[in-house]
T-cell receptor
């Protein structure tokens, strides 16, 4: 199974809402990532978890809160977002460790903040 | 911080013509990856290059990593309509899991 799944596919939320994005992989990967992608732009790294510990936070605002409950799951908790946070949120996974490995991306959650 | 430039941003070709996209980094890279994203889709890994001067081929796709490990290219021979999409290079400067994506080259193939 080389699939990364993400739920929901689409999400519309108001600026005062709290919501969560979910990501799951069963490839035994120990590194998991959140990216944000705006239209016609490249994916922009937000967070990296390595062996369930947060290893990279790219100075992301605190209204985005990641969580890695176990090696297969990755969540992104959203609170008090702004309209400019509307984007495609991509989860990815790769083998962990002291090397760079190919990343497997999920289909993404398209988020609209109203 | 590390910057990865990619040109051209857009390319329209007739089916059967060749296509090349170029990637340049402001810093020496440990390795470089290439991804393809179809319209409405998500990035899909194509290849990773690690060694200076490395050349790898996948059917009609040829990937090169420069001698100085600061640039890379992807060449597609005899494009097909299935090649449509945006091609991203993604460079790593030693932070293991962190890659920085180039702006991407959007390829349109005219049948």
């Amino acid at each position: 199974d080389t699939e990364v799944t993400q739920t929901p596919k689409h999400l519309v939320m108001g600026m005062t809402n709290k919501k969560s994005l979910k990501c799951e992989q069963h490839m035994g990967h120990r590194a998991m990532y959140w990216y944000k992608q705006k239209a016609k732009k490249p994916p922009e790294l937000m967070f990296v978890y390595s062996y369930e510990k947060l290893s990279i936070n790219e100075s992301v605002p605190s209204r985005f809160s990641p969580e890695c409950p176990n090696s297969s799951l990755l969540n992104l908790h959203l609170h008090a977002l702004q309209p400019e946070d509307s984007a495609l949120y991509l989860c990815a996974s790769s083998q962990g460790g002291r090397a760079t490995y190919e990343q497997y991306f999920g289909p993404g959650t398209r988020l609209t903040v109203t | 911080g590390q910057q990865v430039m990619q040109i051209p941003q857009y390319q329209h070709v007739q089916e059967g013509e060749d296509f090349t996209t170029y990637c340049n980094s402001s810093t020496t890279l440990s390795n470089i990856q290439w991804y393809k994203q179809r319209p409405g889709g998500h990035p899909v890994f194509l290849i990773q290059l690690v060694k200076s001067g490395e050349v790898k081929k996948q059917k009609r796709l040829t990937f090169q990593f420069g001698e100085a490990k600061k640039n890379s290219s992807l060449h597609i021979t005899a494009t097909q309509t299935t090649d449509v999409g945006t091609y991203f290079c993604a460079g790593n400067s030693g932070g293991y899991q962190k890659v920085t994506f180039g702006i991407g080259t959007k390829l349109q193939v005219i049948p």
